[in-house]
């Protein structure tokens, strides 16, 4: 019976980290379409999930700290467990990066538009994906799915360079414009370090399920 009760316990568990996940996916969509749509409505709304995101961090650290320390849990569960505690993390600071987005979403709406030379909506999207897919790895405990993750940041990291050096080299045409370049670019870096929050997520599910540390690998160990 105490074992059918901490099977449970984790089950309980994942369905928390779930649905933290579920709420800083909804809030980077939210942050993503109030800033490319000029939305005020929407950019207020991510403030306004920040502190229920705050509030599952902590109850789900509480939560698996407990489980660790009552039940010492071995091999693969002890592994979910500290992949939790990871995930989390990870998941409370792609909330905090949404905030920043629609901070600086908000700020763009006080200057006059500006055609900037650079595709934002691409490179959202492919961040989004990335969560989506990194959520879709845990939800399933697919490690494949997880390394798929894992290949899409470095283009991330490619559009997060290009659009730096586009609007640097903007600014230096039209200086008029610096505030709404410079805004971009933070955007830009924001979305850059929710694709990392996403590798993170993607790298601990491969290390929950099959007990591999790809963190600083090339390639993803095989089964």
């Known amino acids: 019976m105490p074992r059918i009760h901490y099977q449970q316990q984790l089950a309980e568990l994942k369905d928390k980290l779930l649905a933290m996940a579920a709420l800083a996916q909804q809030t980077l969509d939210c942050a993503m379409d109030g800033y490319l749509k000029a939305d005020p409505v929407l950019l207020h709304h991510v403030q306004e999930n920040e502190a229920a995101i705050n509030a599952a961090e ?94 899409m940041d470095d283009d991330v990291d490619r559009m997060n360079r290009d659009i730096h050096r586009s609007l640097i080299a903007m600014i230096q045409k039209h200086p008029e414009w610096t505030g709404q370049a410079l805004s971009t670019i933070i955007i830009s870096r924001n979305l850059e370090r929710v694709a990392d929050h996403a590798t993170n997520i993607a790298e601990d599910v491969i290390f929950w399920v099959r007990g591999a540390d790809v963190r600083h690998q090339l390639s993803v160990a095989t089964d």
Do not use: H
């Open 58 to 151: 902590r109850s789900l650290d509480e939560m698996a700290y407990e489980l660790m320390a009552m039940e010492q849990p071995m091999a693969v569960d002890l592994r979910f467990l500290l992949a939790v505690v990871k995930i989390n993390g990870d998941l409370e600071r792609i909330g905090d990066q949404s905030v920043n987005i629609a901070e600086r979403g908000a700020e763009l709406l006080k200057m006059p538009a500006a055609d900037l030379p650079v595709n934002m909506q691409e490179m959202g999207d492919l961040t989004q994906r990335m969560i989506r897919f990194a959520l879709q790895s845990l939800l399933e405990g697919d490690p494949n799915m997880a390394k798929s993750v894992l290949t």
